[in-house]
DNA sequence: TGAGTAGTTGAGCAACCATTCATATAATGG
DNA sequence: CCATTATATGAATGGTTGCTCAACTACTCA
């Protein structure tokens, strides 16, 4: 039993008939579909992958309600893992393009991106939703 | 060295004095941020984790891109991995609240929720910025 | 230049995840 | 009912992830 059976008779149900090429002319606009996914979607996920961490989601919360960057040290006694993982976190949330660095003497701050304050956004309003 | 320590020094350096209560108080307002994190961060960090997965992000966006519902043998054949593993993946969307399921007859039908929908455009707003 | 501080990095390990295969459920048509 | 079809579920397993500890880099100031 092939894909394109299972689909003709989908069509068949659907619209009560069904030949040859309504399967093909299906299985076309299906395939169309494809290319909706975009071709850097490796960036997306990994985003969506670092965001869904708890540290790493606090973080971004944390640095969302600040409205302002923070500077490592006035992030770690908000999270309750270890400075380390923390730096890592960072890290992650860097390279996944959710937050910016920025470097003076010592000292190092954090901010979100425009990607992280819109994911955070689209969670917030549709929270419960639906 | 008690973090204190540290954000004492930190805000000497940014105000070039630092008191007690000037700790004190920062420490305060930091704190309050952390009541921007989301009660149901557990579930908006499962949505993030589900999307990220490359079968599950595909199906999104593929559910996405047709505006409509897709019954589970119209996804097959535009997914590469088993009909198991597209079955788990729609399992796990619906589980995290990103798509709905309707059932008819023995073939079952699925759309993006409107949380999908959002980060989706999320993602789309965002691509390649910053 | 050397002691001290802020933060990063890497290895290692336990916990978690995604796929597949095999089997189960549930609806439909003889 | 019985066979068939559409989809779901469970166990197994190879791969990935996130934390901590220990070592490291980079900057400052004396």
Chains 1, 2 share one sequence.
Do not use: F
């Not at 076309?28 to 579909?33: G, H, K, P, T």
């Not at 850097?40 to 989601?57: F, I, K, M, P, V």
């Not at 994911?119 to 549709?126: E, G, M, N, S």
């Amino acid at each position: 039993m092939s894909e394109t059976d299972r689909l003709e008779r989908l069509i068949a149900d659907e619209c009560g008939e069904c030949c040859e090429s309504d399967v093909a002319e299906r299985l076309e606009s299906l395939e169309a579909y494809r290319d909706a996914i975009p071709d850097d979607a490796g960036t997306d996920r990994s985003a969506l992958q670092t965001l869904s961490n708890e540290t790493r989601y606090d973080i971004v919360y944390l640095l969302s309600a600040a409205d302002r960057e923070l500077c490592v040290c006035e992030i770690n006694p908000l999270v309750d893992v270890s400075d380390s993982a923390i730096s890592h976190a960072l890290s992650d949330l860097h390279d996944a393009g959710l937050v910016t660095r920025r470097k003076d003497g010592t000292w190092r701050y954090y901010e979100t991106t425009d990607r992280a304050a819109e994911l955070v956004a689209a969670l917030d309003a549709t929270r419960g939703g639906e």
